[in-house]
C-alpha cells in the first residue's frame, strides 16, 4: 500500500475516534469522499493498525445506531423553521 494512503488512513481514524465523527464529517474535513474514508477505516486500517481500527469502528457503531434520531431532529427543525416563516413547503 502507497505510504500517502496509508499515512491518510491513520491520520482519519485518529481523527474519528478523538472527535466522535460521522463518516459525512470526516469526509468533509479531510476533502476526500464518503466512500474513501469507509474504505480507509473498514479495509486499509485494520491490515496498519488493528487496535485503531477496532476503536473507530466502535465509534462509527454508535454514529449508525444514532442516525435515525438525527434523521427526525433535522426534519423536525425543517418543519418548524417552514411553521414559523409561514410557508408550507411539501
Not at 15 to 22: A, S
Given at each position: 500500500m502507497r505510504e500517502d494512503i496509508e499515512k491518510r488512513a491513520l491520520e482519519i481514524g485518529h481523527?474519528?475516534?478523538?472527535?466522535?465523527?460521522?463518516v459525512r464529517q470526516t469526509a468533509s474535513v479531510f476533502r476526500v469522499s464518503k466512500s474513501t474514508v469507509h474504505k480507509d477505516v473498514t479495509e486499509r486500517l485494520p491490515a496498519i493498525d488493528h487496535a485503531l481500527a477496532d476503536e473507530v469502528r466502535r465509534v462509527l457503531n454508535v454514529n449508525k445506531a444514532e442516525r435515525h434520531i438525527r434523521g427526525g431532529m433535522a426534519t423536525k427543525e425543517k418543519y418548524l423553521h417552514e411553521k414559523e416563516d409561514g410557508v408550507a413547503k411539501y
Open positions: 481523527y474519528i475516534v478523538e472527535n466522535g465523527t460521522t
